[in-house]
């Protein structure tokens, strides 16, 4: 796969405008496949379309306009024909995976990782330091609806003689 | 050792589906993987449905490739038949492939390797069944597919000189094995088993070539 940064790779598509219409060079079109893979992880079949090149040039083209980078590889890939889904979310993820979904879906069952390909050599720690994180919101989220509940729910009736009253603002 | 008496009684009525009638041929996509290449430790079945598979995952690095064959009657040829044996009958399955490309590439990455390898094919059938499982179809899942005629004919009308190809799964114990993955949310079985099959060809980037960007 030919490595391309973001600049470049705009530079030789703007170059690639005037040739537009008279077919483009062979290297263009290496380019073009190139892109198409790593920005789609497709090879351009030449099937159902009649200019596949044309038309890959126009979708990577607008592609690398409106994201305005490279993608990065992620941390975490799975196999090929693996899918995994965060629970709750229509979204499902194949090959490459967001850290948190990956994390997440990791933490649930740690033997998971089975079906992951290429994963962050520290990814027990990562799901452990995630579930520590999230404990503590959760935990910190109880006490405050702890609070919140003590704050809002109406305590029960206590009569409070003026002395004692005088009392408890001294305290606060 | 135990032992016991196989049971091989019909388990169902023999009848026609009339809202649903069942039709002939294959889409012209399908996918093929190298045999060596499929993770068999995370190979799953449905659950209580011995012939639906439900995850296939290739080994780490190891990607599968498509097989596109135009016209309106794609992978013509491809069968499945009895195979009758002494003491156990099984099943021959056959894929019949297409290749309208010929040249130095075609013959090194795709001919000369079909002719030895062992590989797996998935096709899509025309007729998807009631409850979508009768898709997408394995071959060669079980003992693999091998190739059993190649031929290259110059003056072919058909291939137009390219290649004519034959695999072949030879007494395979299961006549037909499927695959579905489980639906996920809003998305259906069939669109979740699509976006694997596609991850099985995609091309992977590895950490090593985006680190000379």
Redesign the interface.
């Known amino acids: 796969?030919v490595?391309?940064?973001y600049d470049i790779a705009i530079q030789r598509l703007e170059e690639m405008k005037s040739r537009y219409k008279e077919g483009f060079s062979s290297s263009d079109r290496e380019l073009l496949e190139a892109l198409n893979?790593?920005l789609f992880?497709?090879?351009i079949?030449k099937?159902g379309c009649s200019d596949c090149y044309r038309d890959a040039y126009i979708i990577i083209f607008n592609h690398l306009k409106k994201e305005k980078v490279?993608p990065?590889?992620s941390n975490y890939?799975?196999?090929?024909?693996?899918?995994i889904?965060s629970f709750?979310?229509?979204d499902?993820y194949?090959?490459s995976v967001p850290d948190k979904v990956a994390e997440d879906y990791l933490r649930n069952d740690p033997t998971n990782i089975?079906?992951f390909?290429?994963f962050p050599s520290d990814w027990k720690e990562r799901i452990s330091r995630t579930e520590t994180t999230s404990k503590r919101k959760v935990e910190q989220s109880d006490q405050k609806e702890e609070f919140a509940k003590v704050v809002t729910e109406p305590q029960e009736e206590t009569i409070v003689e003026p002395e004692q009253k005088a009392k408890m603002s001294k305290h606060k | 050792m135990a032992s016991e008496i196989c049971d091989f009684k019909l388990q169902a009525d023999l009848t026609v589906a009339c809202d649903d009638m069942s039709n002939a041929g294959l889409k012209n996509t399908g996918y093929i993987v190298n045999y060596d290449d499929i993770?068999w430790?995370?190979l799953v079945y449905a659950e209580g449905k011995k012939n639906v598979v439900k995850?296939?995952?290739?080994?780490?690095?190891?990607?599968?490739y498509?097989v596109?064959i135009?016209g309106n009657t794609p992978f013509t040829g491809t069968n499945k038949a009895l195979a009758t044996g002494t003491y156990r009958n099984k099943f021959t399955k056959h894929v019949a492939i297409v290749i309208l490309n010929n040249g130095a590439d075609v013959s090194e990455k795709i001919i000369d390797k079909l002719a030895n390898g062992r590989f797996v094919v998935i096709l899509e059938n025309d007729y998807q069944g009631a409850t979508k499982d009768n898709t997408f179809e394995f071959y060669g899942l079980e003992l693999g597919c091998a190739a059993t005629e190649m031929s290259d004919d110059k003056y072919s009308e058909d291939t137009d000189g390219g290649w004519s190809v034959s695999l072949e799964e030879t007494n395979a114990p299961t006549s037909g094995i499927f695959f579905l993955?489980d639906a996920?949310?809003?998305?259906t079985a069939i669109e979740?088993t699509r976006?694997?099959?596609?991850?099985?060809?995609?091309?992977?980037?590895t950490?090593e070539?985006?680190n000379?960007?």
């Open positions: 796969m490595a391309v940064s893979q790593r992880h497709k090879v079949t099937t490279m990065t590889l890939c799975l196999k090929a024909g693996a899918v889904h709750g979310s229509p499902f194949t090959l089975r079906e390909q290429r | 993770d430790d995370n995850t296939f995952v290739l080994k780490a690095g190891a990607r599968g498509k596109y135009p993955m996920i949310e809003d998305k979740v976006a694997a099959l596609e991850s099985l060809v995609a091309v992977q980037e950490e070539e985006q000379n960007d």
